[in-house]
């Protein structure tokens, strides 16, 4: 990893994305305190503020409700994605022009990496304006922040710096002068967990940060993470390339207290959450070597657990198998009844570390080859035949009211995400099928081994704890 000393890497972020947005359309909310919602009701959450509703005090994420009471004239208004969506499309085509390598973030973030226009360019402080000047000129009423750094966070940092049509160049000789205004949590990447971890070692700012020692930010982060941030401090390349497609994938529902109450039906949504890992694995002809499972309970405490596995999976109840393990070996050995209490409020399966499956390597004296063939085979007939549900695998038939419940409120967000893609096909009809008499062991079993190859039983008896 080399450090590099010149300011070549620039990071445009779009100033109050999609208030802005609905501002260029409809002029008439221009200068007004405009809060967007994801849906019409007097719990919603604002999910983007203009300027001026910002300047009252309005946070994203705020019920609608408390930014009345800050902002008695706030106007809202319903997200139109497609208008958004229209808009990023023309600013990258603005991007474009000046530089190939330009990486959209998110909807309205994108880097810009100038390391091959050394010769092209004398300064990339102008080149920053004419981006200005050409938005302005399609979109007379967005602005950006822009920010010039020898490496893609501090491009990023730049952007924090000044947030309304900001414009700021971080250089080696005036680096300092510059964290010197920011908090630890104004870094992007630091959040008060963070920041904990960094004020345990000593490091109470930035610029602190920024003159430690690798050994010492190690210390701090538990590992190489550490590394990274003593070299995104200090000019060299950790971000620009690191988040490859499909780095990770994940899955969470959100539990009602009702649901909450019945282990059934936590265990249900599992099946569920795991599912649908399994359809996007199989669709982009993935396996995975890591999974990650958490809980979170209504105090805002949570569980979560990390496995890494030997040989890479794609089967939901193989999935399933690995964190019940887990599960098992945690209750067991810190005598708890039940990680799935009544507080649960949110489940969460992500998997990372991707294989390909034509790269797979079968180990000779298991029958995982047959298996990934027949899931294969499983999904080519639910894309032959409309009804999806001809055909499924025994495990998926644990309690199917609730699978589809559970599909229900998550599926509208996914949809949401991604044009034109409905993720989630294969289930969204399901019949009601009897559900099977569970059998419930007197003791929880004996833990294995996490690591070791689980013998998947795709029926899901083999453990229920003894929480009666
Ligand atoms: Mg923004």
Avoid at 58 to 78: E, F, Q, S
Avoid at 352 to 381: E, H, P, T
Avoid at 397 to 404: D, N, Q, R, S
Wanted: proline share 4%; hydrophobic share 35%.
């Amino acid at each position: 990893m080399t450090a590099n000393s010149e300011s070549l890497v620039m990071y445009v972020d779009m100033n109050s994305y999609f208030a802005s947005c609905e501002q260029q359309r409809h002029p008439e909310l221009r200068g007004k305190p405009l809060g967007v919602l994801t849906y019409d009701s007097p719990n919603a959450a604002v999910i983007a503020a203009s300027v001026e509703a910002k300047n009252a005090g309005v946070k994203t994420g705020m019920r609608l409700g408390d930014c009345r009471a800050l902002c008695p004239g706030m106007l809202t208004t319903t997200t139109h994605p497609g208008w958004y969506r229209q808009i990023h499309v023309d600013i990258m085509a603005i991007l474009r022009y000046y530089c190939d390598e330009v990486i959209p973030k998110s909807i309205d973030e994108a880097v810009l990496n100038f390391n091959s226009y050394r010769l092209v360019y004398n300064d990339l402080t102008d080149v920053a304006k004419q981006i200005k000047a050409d938005i302005a000129k399609k979109y007379d009423y967005l602005k950006c922040s822009i920010g010039i750094a020898p490496n893609s966070f501090l491009a990023k940092v730049g952007t924090e710096l000044q947030k309304r049509d900001g414009l700021v160049r971080i250089t080696t000789d005036n680096i300092d002068e510059h964290l010197a205004t920011l908090k630890l949590t104004d870094l992007p990447g630091i959040a008060s967990a963070n920041e904990r971890r960094l004020n345990m070692i000593g490091i109470k700012t930035p610029v602190q940060m920024r003159h430690s020692s690798p050994a010492l930010l190690r210390k701090a982060f538990g590992g190489v993470v550490g590394n990274y941030w003593y070299h995104r401090l200090n000019f060299a390349e950790v971000d620009l390339y690191s988040k490859a497609e499909n780095r990770t994938m994940s899955a969470t529902r959100t539990l009602s207290s009702k649901q909450s109450q019945d282990r059934q039906v936590l265990e249900s949504m599992l099946i569920s959450l795991c599912t649908r890992l399994e359809q996007r694995l199989v669709k982009s002809n993935l396996f995975c070597k890591e999974l990650s499972f958490s809980i979170r309970y209504k105090d805002y405490t949570r569980w979560d657990t990390v496995i890494k596995l030997a040989d890479p999976v794609q089967d939901a109840m193989e999935m399933i198998g690995y964190i019940k393990e887990r599960i098992a070996h945690f209750e067991y050995t810190r005598n708890v009844t039940t990680v799935f209490t009544d507080k649960t409020m949110n489940l969460g399966v992500g998997i990372q570390s991707f294989v390909k499956g034509d790269v797979m390597q079968y180990s000779l004296f298991d029958n995982r080859m047959r298996k990934d063939v027949v899931r294969k085979v499983m999904y080519q007939i639910k894309d032959r035949f409309e009804h999806k549900n001809i055909v499924r695998k025994g495990g998926e038939l644990y309690i199917p009211e609730v699978m589809k419940d559970a599909i229900g409120f998550g599926s509208v967000r996914d949809m949401n995400i991604k044009e034109g893609e409905v993720k989630n096909k294969y289930m969204l009809e399901e019949e009601g099928i009897p559900r099977p008499a569970l059998v419930r062991p007197k003791v929880a079993p004996k833990p294995k081994e996490p690591e070791l190859y689980y013998d998947g039983d795709p029926i899901f008896t083999d453990f229920i704890p003894d929480d009666e």
